[in-house]
Nanobody, 115 residues
Framework: QVQLVESGGGLVQPGGSLRLSCKAS????????MGWYRQAPGKQRELVAT???????NYADSVKGRFTISRDNAKNTVYLQMNSLKPEDTAVYYC?????????WGQGTQVTVSS
């Protein structure tokens, strides 16, 4: 079993930045892929970014050039640096890990972009 705990969400003005963290514990494998999804009110959960064990990354078109995903395998932690935030980035952000994504889910962290 894997447990995921996200942190770093909050309220930020348009153009601002936030950094999300997700720490994994339990039966963790260093070859797990890790990623972030988000779900806005009334919308389906969507992929934001993923990172594979050796570091290759994938981003949704809507966040390319603004968001950066990274991981620290020694800490079993994945990060999402979000810059130039827009109101449409407002959502609950979920961390996920697994051999295939989506896998195990965290509880989510709210990100609100508003002036």
């Amino acid at each position: 079993q894997v447990q995921l705990v996200e942190s770093g969400g909050g309220l930020v003005q348009p153009g601002g930045s936030l950094r999300l963290s997700c720490k994994a514990s339990g039966s963790i494998s260093s070859i797990y892929a890790m990623g972030w999804y988000r779900q806005a009110p009334g919308k389906q959960r969507e992929l934001v970014a993923t990172i594979r064990a050796l570091g290759s990354t994938n981003y949704a078109d809507s966040v390319k050039g603004r968001f950066t995903i990274s991981r620290d395998n020694a800490k079993n932690t994945v990060y999402l640096q979000m810059n130039s935030l827009k109101p449409e980035d407002t959502a609950v952000y979920y961390c996920t890990v697994g051999f295939q994504l989506p896998g195990y889910w965290g509880q989510g962290t709210q990100v609100t972009v508003s002036s």
